[in-house]
């Protein structure tokens, strides 16, 4: 898009060379080509060094820009809206079923679903109004997809996993896989390893969103279930017979072990491991790589570490050496005053 | 299922009103329409605030439940059996080929397979009885898939790629993919990075099982070898050249890099990581979290920490803060007592 | 292969049975069937207890082995040679489009393309020349595919996704998911948690290798940049927004987390965590299970830990627990001495 056209949408001013852009990008990470933006004077060095070739910059900018300009009441703004226009077009998946999709005839479909290329849905599956399910996904037997979910490619659902409405599932997400369970018996001295049977379901409320690559296991019995609203982001472990309040947060590569229940509004952050049947309370935030093996009752609302506990405890052993070498020394000075006296 | 009906299955009696029922849960997780159990009196309170339909209780129980009682001898294995119940019929994944299945001419299939929809089987593959290999499978030239080996959907395995008798292969998982070698020089200053060529395979025994997603890399040179009865989770990495020699465990985000060698029965808990080239000892127990960075000698049996160590010294560390202000009163004690000492 | 047929294409001498050979083994985990090699005599007890049907050994070594030996000037070299004989063949994936790929009339393809079966490449996608796209992938909308790229089976890429030339992601491979972004507020007290729009995309610079069940986010706005010749590992975790100048490694199951920016020529080791929003400078190491909360300058070539520190730093954490053990003991003795003073 051509700068000019540029600042006609987005109700600036060009000054200089009327460029082409294809793209966002901040002030440093910028390149030939794209736009940037800046409000704050403070800012000007990056504004002087971007490789961009136009920045967006408010009204009352004085200190001049290496490239093109469009001025603006609100650069950030403007930069958002700008985005919107570079964007590659969200694709349009329009209702119906590709011809190439296994929909079997006992499936119960909505009004105005999308079903792609090569996704397979099974009998006795439920499909809300308005679900989108891209191409090449996997729905198992009994599954229900809740009103205006959208899943990505490649994700799979084995049977019997139920979604409530709005949920989003990126692509390679896993729901319903068998989870983790043996039983070690040992049979003249050799280990016989029995895998328990994994019966229960996945169960995701409403508005939940799942990042890639994401596995949930089904419950042993019951269901494994994931609040409303709950985010996930990508690469997260969730175990069997986990329960998530809702309106928590679990950032990328965290992982939560059996039959723990994490309350509401919590916020685990990333690399982060809880421990199996453990309660985490309403709020509590769990420290990126923290490592929980207790219970948390809410009375350190931010913990960190392995094992988990309050940042001033975390702080304490960080400055346990230079104590030491402090402590060391006094030592050392009184040793010497000692010595003294039993000169005397 | 009506509470009535399932009483009757289940070989106990109702008592209260004859509810639908559809799940099983905990006591603390369970909502209207779920079954629950108890069998211990300790637990009344869970049992007087539980929002399950109906509870198990044993026969002598009287205290009382809010909701409808089946009473039975054993209200645990009632309720597995209940579960069972309950619980989505297992999919049925009759003998056949499906027609959309890409199945190559030389491929060796062997009695009673089931290969879903999607899925495509390269040259001289060879799938043994019984196998049931699930819709939009990859399976590469030359790969071995073992009998009554289960591979659910969307699975990748690259060629070459040996599965042993009974191995199962959850949703996700990938097999065989190149491990992560390279060779940097420099010519004139910058850097030329060459990919080491990826020669061996990944060979799994009898009995092996995978979790959702989880990655292993073929050899180098040779096989990466996961030794029968292993049973890792979901999300864990195995690099080139592993070689874990059978009936232990690898529990979620777990990842061992190439080349390392862990013995039988060991379990290495979630999230942990292990270096390369070394070696675990057989029995050994890997804590969660913990980082192994050279070989363990069986002499301590469970190791935790980063760099891995055993319990106590972990403890040592964790305890350090409070032995240093614990030493730091006691000099300051003695400090006084000097100074006074110098007075007279 | 016949020992006798492998020496011949080794340019080496048999001594011993003409044994059948089917791969290649370090001489510890070789097993019968196995070639293995040895040229250090240091090793001569490794080779004494080796399982392998054959070892390739220098003409000089005069310390024997239990089976059969075929003599090279080079062992390891010619075990390299020999793998690749072993190897199970590369697969054939000749240029053409499977008939059952689905690939949109506007996508320009180059030439000598492969699209194998089951493939998805929708509307106005560019695949250059000789890339291959194996089975069963997913290209979305206005995606680029650079020339000679390699996607192996089922990859997805998210609309607009860029890869320079000789690109190679493995199977599972997740670009341009959606980052991880919400704006929480509170209504009336109850939390309302919106979407934030993502609108950039993922770009991957010439010669990038990702691999297996990676996931790469893409930008919320601009784009995700991973930089030229940089090689990323499996189950690695990339957020939106961030930039890796190229020529970087980074190990399994690390995470790089949103707006981060890594330098050139950097080592990001397994299962290391790198917080958002901070720089990495130019070849610095961040070692296994580090979790980096600030930026580094490179003043630190090599960190580990948590939070990330140096060598030193670490070493004296891990000693404190023994330091304050010496220094107590120092302390009691200073106090008997003082006791004593004091009785004079």
Chains 1, 2, 3 share one sequence.
């Not at 599954?143 to 959208?150: I, L």
Request: aromatic fraction near 4%; hydrophobic fraction near 40%; charge should be neutral.
């Amino acid at each position: 898009m051509k700068a000019s056209e540029l600042a006609v949408q987005l109700g600036g001013v060009l000054e200089g060379t009327d460029v082409e852009l294809f793209a966002c990008g901040g002030l440093e990470e910028a390149r030939a080509g794209d736009l940037s933006f800046c409000k704050d004077p403070k800012h000007v060095k990056l504004v002087a060094e971007t490789k961009a070739s136009c920045v967006l910059l408010p009204p009352d900018w004085t200190l001049g820009a290496p490239c093109a300009i469009i001025r603006v009441e609100d650069p950030n703004h403007a930069c958002m809206k700008a985005a919107a226009l570079f964007a590659p077009p969200a694709p349009v998946r329009a209702p119906g079923v590709h011809p190439t999709a296994i929909v079997d005839p006992s499936v119960k479909l909505g009004v105005n679903v999308h079903i792609g290329p090569y996704t397979i849905v099974e009998k006795n599956a439920v499909v809300g109004d308005g679900a989108v399910i891209e191409a090449q996904v996997f729905i198992g037997e009994y599954c229900e997809v809740g009103a205006g979910s959208h899943i990505y490619p490649q994700v799979t659902l084995r049977e019997g996993t139920k979604l409530g409405k709005g949920v989003i599932l990126h692509c390679g997400v896993r729901l319903g896989g068998d989870g983790y369970g043996y039983n070690t018996t040992f049979e003249n001295g050799l280990p016989k390893i029995e895998k328990i049977p994994q019966l229960g379901i996945v169960e995701l409320g409403d508005g939940v969103e799942i990042g890639s690559n994401t596995t949930i296991d089904r419950a042993r019995i019951g269901r494994t279930y994931i609040g409303p609203m709950t985010k996930i982001d990508n690469l997260v472990q969730i175990g069997h017979n986990v329960k998530v309040a809702g309106y928590s947060g679990i950032i990328a590569q965290a992982g939560v072990a059996g039959s723990t229940q994490i309350g509401s509004g919590c916020l685990i952050w990333a690399q982060a491991g809880i421990s199996g049947h453990i309660k985490i309370a309403d709020g509590v935030q769990v420290g990126p790589q923290a490592g929980v093996p207790q219970s948390l009752d809410g009375s350190i609302k931010y913990v960190i570490g392995t094992p988990a506990t309050s940042m001033k405890d975390m702080a304490a052993v960080a400055l346990a050496p230079k104590l030491i070498q402090k402590t060391r020394a006094e030592l050392k000075a009184l040793k010497a005053e000692v010595a003294e006296l039993k000169k005397v």
